[in-house]
């Protein structure tokens, strides 16, 4: 049974950082992709950036690009979101999450689901 569950999350002023961390267990994730997503409040669940787990490619969304940055440890079966230079605009749940095969942005095509960590960011 796969398990994502993530931490890291907090209360940080603008310009700070934080790294979330989501720890997956319960199989092999050599091909899948890991991604992070967010929702904020009255608001979708929206892609923030994803990594495939055998090559390492990374995409990221626009709105975070060069700010955020997504890595995986393999020998801990963790992936990483390192989050810089934050704005209030970051706070939301976020939400580690894992498919089969490539990449995508849709939340729908993912198929395992941490139970998400509160980013708060205060201006």
């Known amino acids: 049974q796969v398990q994502l569950v993530e931490s890291g999350g907090g209360l940080v002023q603008a310009g700070g950082s934080l790294r979330l961390s989501c720890a997956a267990s319960?199989?092999?994730?050599?091909?899948?992709?890991m991604g992070w997503f967010r929702q904020a409040p009255g608001k979708e669940r929206e892609f923030v950036a994803v990594?495939?787990?055998?090559?390492?490619?990374?995409y990221y969304a626009e709105s975070v690009k060069g700010r955020f940055t997504i890595s995986r440890d393999g020998a801990k079966n963790t992936v990483y979101l390192e989050m810089n230079s934050l704005k209030p605009e970051d706070t939301a749940v976020y939400y580690c999450?894992?498919?089969?095969?490539?990449?995508?942005?849709?939340?729908?095509?993912?198929?395992?689901w941490g139970q998400g960590t509160q980013v708060t960011v205060s201006s």
């Open positions: 990594i495939n787990w055998n090559d390492a490619r990374r």
């Open positions: 319960g199989r092999t994730f050599s091909s899948f992709a």
């Open positions: 999450a894992a498919k089969r095969d490539f990449a995508t942005v849709q939340p729908a095509s993912y198929d395992y």
